[in-house]
């Protein structure tokens, strides 16, 4: 299984790249794949940018139809499920990654980085 890896800064303008790099990535995957791993990634790296308040790495590998995909920051905090209201405009991005991934966790490493990791 081959992982291919990127950085992105602290810039919101980095999602929208994050978000072409992983559709690159899979490019040969089906519609329904595709998209929903870029949603997540898309969700990730916004939390990364905005509630951890630091750049964010992209890392994605394949085995068969299965996708692997890990985002990592060097933010403070946990990553947890916020109990939002409908109405409220943010705050739903772990709640997605739980009711679209196939599995997801988080971890922490030891240079004080922490990853949300998903497989789809």
Do not use: C, I, Y
Request: proline share 3%; net charge neutral.
């Amino acid at each position: 299984m081959s992982t291919v890896e990127q950085s992105f800064s602290h810039d919101p303008v980095s999602v929208k790249a994050a978000r072409r790099f992983v559709s690159e990535q899979l490019d040969d995957a089906d519609d329904a794949t595709r998209e929903r791993v870029v949603l997540l990634v898309s969700e990730l790296g916004s939390n990364a940018v905005r509630h951890a308040g630091t750049g964010f790495h992209v890392a994605v590998a394949r085995r068969g139809a299965v996708v692997f995909v890990e985002v990592s920051d060097s933010g403070p905090g946990e990553p947890s499920m916020q109990q939002r209201d409908a109405t409220q405009p943010t705050g739903r991005g772990l709640q997605l990654v739980h009711d679209l991934a196939r599995e997801w966790g988080v971890r922490r490493g030891a240079q004080g980085t922490k990853t949300v990791w998903f497989t789809v």
